[in-house]
C-alpha cells in the first residue's frame, strides 16, 4: 500500500510536490522580475509542459489535434493505406483509427490533388520521395498506371524496401526506381501526367532545382510542389543542435532563401507569391490551385498545368 504523504504547510497548504516546485523553480524571485518568465521554468510548472524534453508530447498533440479534424473522406484514405505502422511512427488514436503526421500529410496532399486533376489511370513522377509515404498513399486510393521515383541511391535503396513491404505485389510491381545518375537516359523518353515534388527542391542546389523544372517541363503535364516558403534562423526552435555549418548549408540551398518569420501567417502569405512564381516550370505553365500545406506554418503547395505546345 502507498504511504500517503501529508502536505507540509497545513489543510489548504501544498503538496510534497508542489512543495518542491515552489522552493525550485516559483520562487519569491520570479514574481519580482517577470522578463521571460513565459518561456522558462517557472511556465512551465505553472502552464506549458518545457519544449524542450517534450517534444514527442507535443508532436503527438498536434497529430491529434489535425487527426481529429480529418474529413470522412480522408479518414477513409488513411484507413485505406494499410501497414502504416512499418517503423514504428509517433502514432495517436483518433476516432479508433492509428493517426501518424507522416501520413496526415500525404492524405491532405492526395486530398489537394484529387479535387485538380484525375489520378486513376495516371503516370506520376516523384522527384525526391523519402521513404514513400505520398507513393504508398497514392496507389492506396488511385489505379494509378506507374510512379516513377526519382531520387539518390541511399534514399532508393531505403524507399524500394519499404514499399515493398506496405504494398501489394501488384501495387508495387507499377513503380520505377531512377537513380539521379539515371534521370536523363530513364526519365526524359517518358511522358507524366503529373510529377510531385515534396520538401525536396528547398534543400537542393539552385542549378539543380532549374534542372529539373526544365525536365518537368519537357516530360510532364502537371506539377504538384508543395515546400518551405523561405528560410528561418530562429535559434529557439532547435538551438541549432546540428551546429553552424549546418545552418550555413541551410540557408544557401533552395529557389527561396529569403529569411522570415516562419510563424507570423502574413509573412508567409507574402512570400507565397515568390513561391508561385520561384515553381513555375516555364512560361506555358500556370498555377491552378494553391493554399498553405498541411501541417507546418510556412510551408505552401501548389499544382501548376501546362498549356499545350503551340504547333
Same mark, same amino acid.
Given at each position: 500500500?502507498?504511504?500517503?504523504?501529508?502536505?507540509?504547510?497545513?489543510?489548504?497548504?501544498p503538496s510534497a510536490q508542489w512543495q518542491h516546485i515552489t522552493e525550485a523553480h516559483i520562487t519569491e524571485e520570479a514574481a519580482v522580475d517577470l522578463t521571460g518568465f513565459k518561456s522558462n521554468a517557472v511556465n512551465f510548472k505553472l502552464a506549458l509542459w518545457n519544449p524542450q524534453p517534450n517534444g514527442v508530447?507535443?508532436?503527438?498533440a498536434l497529430t491529434f489535434a489535425l487527426g481529429m479534424r480529418l474529413t470522412p473522406e480522408n479518414r477513409e484514405r488513411l484507413r485505406r493505406t494499410r501497414h502504416r505502422e512499418v517503423g514504428r511512427p509517433y502514432a495517436v488514436r483518433c476516432n479508433g483509427e492509428p493517426v501518424c503526421l507522416d501520413y496526415l500529410q500525404a492524405v491532405h496532399e492526395v486530398e489537394f490533388l484529387a479535387a485538380q486533376l484525375p489520378l486513376d489511370g495516371a503516370q506520376v513522377m516523384e522527384i525526391g520521395a523519402g521513404y514513400g509515404r505520398t507513393c504508398h498513399t497514392l496507389l492506396s486510393n488511385h489505379e494509378v498506371a506507374g510512379y516513377t521515383i526519382v531520387d539518390l541511391p541511399n534514399t532508393l535503396a531505403l524507399s524500394r524496401r519499404y514499399l515493398e513491404t506496405v504494398l501489394t505485389p501488384e501495387q508495387f510491381a507499377k513503380i520505377r526506381f531512377v537513380g539521379v545518375t539515371e534521370v536523363d537516359e530513364r526519365v526524359r523518353g517518358t511522358r507524366f501526367d503529373l510529377c510531385l515534388n515534396i520538401d525536396s527542391f528547398a534543400e537542393m542546389?539552385?542549378?539543380? $532545382?532549374? %534542372?529539373?523544372?526544365?525536365l518537368i517541363d519537357a516530360t510532364c503535364d502537371h506539377f504538384y510542389v508543395n515546400n518551405p516558403v523561405g528560410k528561418y534562423l530562429d535559434e529557439t526552435l532547435d538551438g541549432h543542435s546540428q551546429g553552424a555549418e549546418v545552418v550555413r548549408l541551410a540557408l544557401n540551398s533552395g529557389l527561396l532563401r529569403? $529569411?522570415? %518569420?516562419?510563424?507570423?501567417s502574413e509573412a508567409v502569405r507574402e512570400q507565397a507569391t515568390a513561391f508561385v512564381s520561384a515553381y513555375r516550370p516555364a512560361e506555358r505553365w500556370r498555377?491552378?490551385?494553391?493554399?498553405?500545406?498541411?501541417?507546418?506554418?510556412?510551408y505552401w503547395q501548389a499544382l501548376y498545368r501546362a498549356d499545350p505546345e503551340p504547333r
Amino acid at each position: 500500500m502507498t504511504e500517503q504523504v501529508r502536505p507540509p504547510a497545513g489543510r489548504y497548504g501544498p503538496s510534497a510536490q508542489w512543495q518542491h516546485i515552489t522552493e525550485a523553480h516559483i520562487t519569491e524571485e520570479a514574481a519580482v522580475d517577470l522578463t521571460g518568465f513565459k518561456s522558462n521554468a517557472v511556465n512551465f510548472k505553472l502552464a506549458l509542459w518545457n519544449p524542450q524534453p517534450n517534444g514527442v508530447r507535443y508532436l503527438k498533440a498536434l497529430t491529434f489535434a489535425l487527426g481529429m479534424r480529418l474529413t470522412p473522406e480522408n479518414r477513409e484514405r488513411l484507413r485505406r493505406t494499410r501497414h502504416r505502422e512499418v517503423g514504428r511512427p509517433y502514432a495517436v488514436r483518433c476516432n479508433g483509427e492509428p493517426v501518424c503526421l507522416d501520413y496526415l500529410q500525404a492524405v491532405h496532399e492526395v486530398e489537394f490533388l484529387a479535387a485538380q486533376l484525375p489520378l486513376d489511370g495516371a503516370q506520376v513522377m516523384e522527384i525526391g520521395a523519402g521513404y514513400g509515404r505520398t507513393c504508398h498513399t497514392l496507389l492506396s486510393n488511385h489505379e494509378v498506371a506507374g510512379y516513377t521515383i526519382v531520387d539518390l541511391p541511399n534514399t532508393l535503396a531505403l524507399s524500394r524496401r519499404y514499399l515493398e513491404t506496405v504494398l501489394t505485389p501488384e501495387q508495387f510491381a507499377k513503380i520505377r526506381f531512377v537513380g539521379v545518375t539515371e534521370v536523363d537516359e530513364r526519365v526524359r523518353g517518358t511522358r507524366f501526367d503529373l510529377c510531385l515534388n515534396i520538401d525536396s527542391f528547398a534543400e537542393m542546389d539552385p542549378g539543380t $532545382v532549374h %534542372d529539373y523544372l526544365e525536365l518537368i517541363d519537357a516530360t510532364c503535364d502537371h506539377f504538384y510542389v508543395n515546400n518551405p516558403v523561405g528560410k528561418y534562423l530562429d535559434e529557439t526552435l532547435d538551438g541549432h543542435s546540428q551546429g553552424a555549418e549546418v545552418v550555413r548549408l541551410a540557408l544557401n540551398s533552395g529557389l527561396l532563401r529569403d $529569411v522570415i %518569420d516562419i510563424h507570423d501567417s502574413e509573412a508567409v502569405r507574402e512570400q507565397a507569391t515568390a513561391f508561385v512564381s520561384a515553381y513555375r516550370p516555364a512560361e506555358r505553365w500556370r498555377c491552378v490551385a494553391q493554399d498553405r500545406a498541411v501541417s507546418w506554418s510556412y510551408y505552401w503547395q501548389a499544382l501548376y498545368r501546362a498549356d499545350p505546345e503551340p504547333r
